[in-house]
């Protein structure tokens, strides 16, 4: 079955530090990967993407690249704002007979402090 | 409409009562799902609509759990006899896909059930 695992968090930085949160997955075949991103208050919105291997997504200054070797798809940013706050959720879809059905991962809590 | 629109926003109910969820998707989007995401928890696939039809309901938690979608657009997910760990926060979302797997989907902001 598919599968999806993220970087335990809480994750708490300081504004303008680098940030990687680590996903590694699962699949029979080859998945999309996608990063959403859950601000406080508001519902979960997409990220980034990517949809083969090698691939990379960005969007807003973060950037994810899809490594078939190692199967992951790490989340990156070069310098965090106070407003990156909130909780980041790795997941795959495998399509064909999955649909669209998105498996995720546990998700992983950032705050970044001023 | 302009996003994924989920009605209440919050509920609370008292253990042993029935509850309805309505999800309005994006019009033209004909793949909707429901997941449902608890405290601690990650996100939990209940079901999958495609049209008024739902391919994929492995995820309901057990019969208590129903969902219809009709006219290809508005689903209601309605829990039966509910318990204190239906308590979560439900989230539909919708996409144009269909069967394609590099379409992210649009969610709702969800409806933050209680039950007490």
């Known amino acids: 079955g598919n599968s999806v695992t993220q970087m335990e968090g809480p994750v708490t930085l300081s504004e303008e530090a680098f940030l990687t949160i680590n996903c590694t997955y699962t699949?029979?075949?080859?998945?999309?990967l996608f990063w959403y991103v859950q601000y406080p208050g508001e519902g979960l919105q997409l990220l980034l993407k990517?949809?083969?291997?090698?691939d990379k997504g960005s969007n807003k200054g973060f950037e994810a690249t899809y490594r078939k070797e190692t199967t992951s798809f790490h989340l990156e940013k070069g310098s965090v704002q106070v407003s990156d706050s909130a909780v980041y959720f790795c997941a795959s879809n495998a399509g064909g007979t999955s649909y669209g059905k998105l498996t995720f991962g546990q998700g992983t809590i950032l705050t970044v402090h001023p | 409409g302009a996003g994924v629109s989920q009605s209440p926003s919050n509920k609370v109910t008292e253990k042993g009562k029935d509850v309805e969820l309505r999800c309005d998707p994006i019009s033209g989007h004909t793949a909707l799902y429901w997941y449902r995401q608890s405290l601690g928890q990650g996100l939990e696939f209940l079901i999958y609509f495609q049209g008024n039809s739902a391919p994929d309901k492995s995820g309901l938690p057990s019969d208590r759990f129903s969902a219809e979608r009709t006219g290809g657009s508005v689903s209601t997910l309605t829990i039966q006899r509910t318990q204190q760990e239906d308590s979560a926060v439900y989230l539909c979302?919708?996409?144009?896909?269909?069967?394609?797997?590099?379409?992210?989907?649009?969610f709702g902001s969800g409806t933050r059930l209680t039950v007490v």
């Open positions: 979302a919708s996409s144009s896909g269909g069967t394609s797997h590099s379409y992210g989907y649009t």
């Open positions: 990517a949809t083969k291997a090698d």
């Open positions: 699949a029979t075949g080859y998945p999309s």
